[in-house]
């Protein structure tokens, strides 16, 4: 499809990327019911490594099986789907290039305790071009002792994907050296956003943040220069502009299952705040079929009709 | 021989694999007594390493030979004969792929205590090439603290592998973060099963479930959905279900000597639940030759009659 | 341009490096209001990884924009412009040459605590090489108990960055086995300038030091020798002299924002000392695009003034 | 010369060697007093690195010398001489060929304590290549915390020593995580032979064993089956058994010190329990050169005279 | 220069050497005022790094320069000038192979504090080529609990060395697992001396040991074969007798500085004792420039005049 305004104004904010990322980076942004808004709804399907196969399945035993959830990120229209290797090696053979894949290349799961918080790398640059992915995934815990472990983990994948013409989607859930709430408050996620900018993702993923504000110095800081927090919408704009002033794609994930009527007003805000988009699995592939692809739909029609 | 269709199927499900890769997994699908029915029946010989050679061996001392497993595994008829490199050293260059040979590449032993659970990776895939192998095996203990070191080195093997078109078989015992009696309970060895097909592997290897719940938030969901958990068979659909809705190849361990009647009790269970075999060490070798012949022999039948 | 004396003469005290080094450290020396003179002032942009987003831009908050930065640098004739990989990443496709780049290649931020402090390697030399940049940089903490890991990266990012061609200016910041004031000690800022020199460092980067001496050894020695500590002119001398006797260039930090006549008074004791020249953050891109643009022009005038 | 029968049958149970391993195998083999007889004995002279300059060579103080033990193990006959890089470097170039050398990969010394028992890697399979060496040693101390490090060193020198055509001797040295008289137990030696054999040592080398059994599941093995234990003939036969049933090369060291009569008698009872041969070092050359030569001579006809 | 009678003796200690290593030794050997004698007197200048810049230079404030340590190195007839990389980076290309050039690979300073007594590596032996140098310098403490790292990485280096023909110098301080007087104990120089040349060290530089034996194993072993250590010469001769029976070159620090009479006094036992020289930093160059011209003659003196 030729390209929209919109898609080529975002895509002049990486202008130092060679032409196989941004072709990448592109695909995304034009496929499914978004495609040429700018805006993204991705699924993503990594729980059954994360949480357990039960944890995640059983509500909706068709989620045990690999090929449902490719087919129901198609059926609902999703910018792409994302998911560890196992999942997209049953599914990557089979359906080639029907939709643009996400290899999240690190994972972690609750059996085991690390001495800090840090994920497994579960797969490689490599394996994505070879399953004929269109980007790679990232987890980092900002906040954790093992960062540097991770940052320089992260530094040495997104040089090769790029070199293989791939961009990098980094999640990053803050945790380690700070409180609970900490975790979601406005100042740590616009840090963790900052800090994915920096070390050069192409996307960011973040929770919505709370308004809570966890460390002192920043505490100071949003006080004396009074930056509205009060609102999910409010807070969703302090976190895109703080990934360089909005040059950065941020998404925001939809964490635990959720009324869907406080999902769907969570998402408003969203839009409203400049939010590009959401990456929503468990409230998604948990509800029977036809309930998860009209609440994918519904989403998307929230980011469409978004300024 | 040609392909069965059930052979065939189970092919289907790795889409994503390498032609070297599929012709080895059909190899092993398609050796001894079970070849074609998409079961297995693998005897495996590394007890001389993880438990030491008195107590592996001493109980029937002709197992001390390295000759004599080899040719006990191609006596009764199994797919594969699976040992560390010392054991397939001593053979591979004199039976020349009369048997598919797995390499174990990674052991442990009970003289040392390391800070985590994890094993020396003693062997590689390179010598897997080089001794003429159909796959090779590794054993992850999910829970532990060294979880990474070994996903990770689990991901280079694999990949690995794969160029040189060998399957991998992941060994997965749970243990580290959790109670004795939760390394074998129901929601971890489902866990442990969805963990090593995410990481990738093609044959999965875990204990048999008991009927035990570990983690509270697993236990939460087993009771909400009244997933069934009372006989082997219950626990083994789960563990199959698990494992990608039935599409990785899942097979069990015998474990500790047991009395033979129990043990056939075991595996019809196990057949009943949709498991794809049985890996069985002390139960075969350790019993006097002809004996081990038929207990092997009598596995198989119950496989080949299971649906 | 024509080379001047004093650039030739810098250039003679690396007699040991290849051309296409020199030629860099040349282009660093020859750009802006200063060039030629052998003086420096350099706009860097790493608070938004190493403080936060709030902290670092809020009070001028058009900072929050790669764009800016770059060009404030060149608005207000600076040498260089240096950031972390993201801020370069969005720039230097866009500016292409307009002003050296100096990519600084290891971050930390405020969420995490490591067992000692070190950074994050977060970008590498062939990053550099890729975004057109004419240095590199990177941070060193003397006195840390990670000193070797820090000390053994920098050596093999100097002798990549020499293959390219790149000069490396090294952030030495003293911390970890020493008092709070010891960080900025009169000794401990000469040792850790006399430590870079000896590490390779083309161009070193310290805080202003203060009349305090934390090692008892050194202080020793100071006394005996009368070493002169007691004006910040005769401080910066003795870093200078620790520096090879002046053969390395040495520039100063400016520090927490200031007020801007304390600051030109420092400026003016720091080229008095024989500084070679600035490295100015905060106290610039925090003001107001004018007043910050106006402040540089006041900081290169006295260094050009000096002698 | 021609390869004896013996010889034959010991090269035929490394079937998956290559013929430059095997052929080293045999020029270790074919050396000396015992050429042809499938035994061995080895002088090895690393307890100047092991237990410093005076306690290995003041007793006879031609020992400070690097020549006197090369010319050592010519002159009585030795199968090879075994050495650390500084000792082999000082007369490889000079004797080029003159005996079979083996170059001992890695070292300790009782100067340092380590966080656990672990030798330093202080020379290569490069190294021993280089040096025209017929075999590589290396030490492992089966029940060290630092097991996998070790076992993986090794993994990878053994795979490397038979690419470039060389067998591979292990030293297994039990401790750690046992008691003092566990270190010699006869379960604990037999096990570290089996380690060593499965690790893919073509030579084993341990000590003798003392009739003491360190583990308890062991211990009701060895009692139920009734396995002899009482003499030392008896306890050399399990070791070799618990080495694939013979087929690998088990060898016993010497020890500290002893009286002439004690060692031979030693030596008598490894020789009727099936090993294959000594490795004698402070018992040879802390005596004076005749006596050594002797010594030396003596065991050699116990073990020419064994069947 | 025609090579005396002496430096091929002391060459053909080398035998398995390449000829570019042999010639880089001869090189030192046969340069300055001791050339072709043997001896070697060394200026090594990496106390700026390891103490400071105030406590090394203030003394003579002209060795804040690097160019004055290698004309002095020059002017008083050295056989060569040993420095970090920053140092002989400041001269090399200037100077270039005016005076063979010693490259120190790794420094270790006061401000920070590891683990365990462990040198940062600082430089390479690739550094060392490109610089013209004709020997590499690595320091080990012998007695760390970071031996295997040290001697690790020192294996490297002499490996990697030797391929570009660059003989290595091993520095050997014993510390950390000994009692302070234990690190100069002549029980504990010896060891180090033996261990440096079993490591592959072609010279080897140790403090002059003091009449003390910290081992009590050793101690034993120097009272029954009565080792004489009341002399300076006795205890040099122990230590040149421990380096292979004298076949490696041994040389001697000179400390901290002292006054003339004391240090010619010590350089007279050295000479004695069959120590083949000294390398003498801050006892040179902290004099004013004439006297410590007039005291490196006066050493070279005594050295050539010694049997």
Not at 180 to 199: P, R
Not at 261 to 279: H, M, Y
Request: charged share 20%; glycine share 10%; with cysteine.
């Amino acid at each position: 499809m030729a390209y929209t305004d919109r898609v080529k104004q975002i895509l002049s904010w990486y202008p130092s990327d060679n032409p196989g990322t941004l072709a990448n980076l592109a695909r995304l942004l034009n496929t499914g019911t978004l495609a040429g808004t700018g805006k993204l709804v991705i699924l993503p399907v990594d729980q059954g490594f994360e949480h357990g196969p039960a944890r995640s399945f059983a509500p909706n035993a068709a989620g045990y099986d690999p090929d449902y959830h490719i087919q129901l990120a198609i059926d609902s229209g999703c910018n792409a789907y994302a998911a560890p290797l196992g999942f997209l090696e049953a599914v990557a053979g089979k359906y080639m290039g029907e939709i643009p894949l996400v290899l999240k290349l690190n994972n972690s799961d609750t059996l085991a305790k690390t001495d800090f918080p840090i994920s497994a790398v579960t797969s490689s640059v490599r394996d994505a071009v070879r399953l004929g992915c269109s980007a790679v995934g990232y987890t980092i815990y900002p906040g954790s002792g093992a960062r540097n472990q991770m940052y320089e983990d992260l530094r040495e994948i997104i040089a090769e994907a790029k070199d293989y013409g791939l961009p990098t989607i980094v999640w990053a859930y803050a945790r380690g050296n700070m409180s609970k709430q900490g975790e979601t408050g406005i100042d740590v996620i616009s840090y963790a956003a900052q800090i994915s900018a920096q070390l050069g993702a192409h996307i960011i993923k973040v929770k919505p943040p709370q308004d809570f504000l966890e460390q002192a110095e920043a505490k100071k800081v949003y006080e004396q220069y009074k930056i509205p927090t009060a609102t999910m919408a409010d807070r969703i704009r302090d976190v895109v502009k703080s990934a360089f002033n909005g040059k950065r794609i941020v998404i925001f994930s939809g964490g635990e299952s959720k009324k869907t009527e406080d999902l769907l007003e969570e998402i408003r805000q969203i839009a409203a705040g400049g939010g590009f988009g959401s990456i929503m699995g468990r409230n998604a592939f948990q509800r029977p079929h036809a309930e998860s692809v009209k609440l994918l739909k519904d989403v998307m029609a929230i980011f469409k009709s978004a300024p």
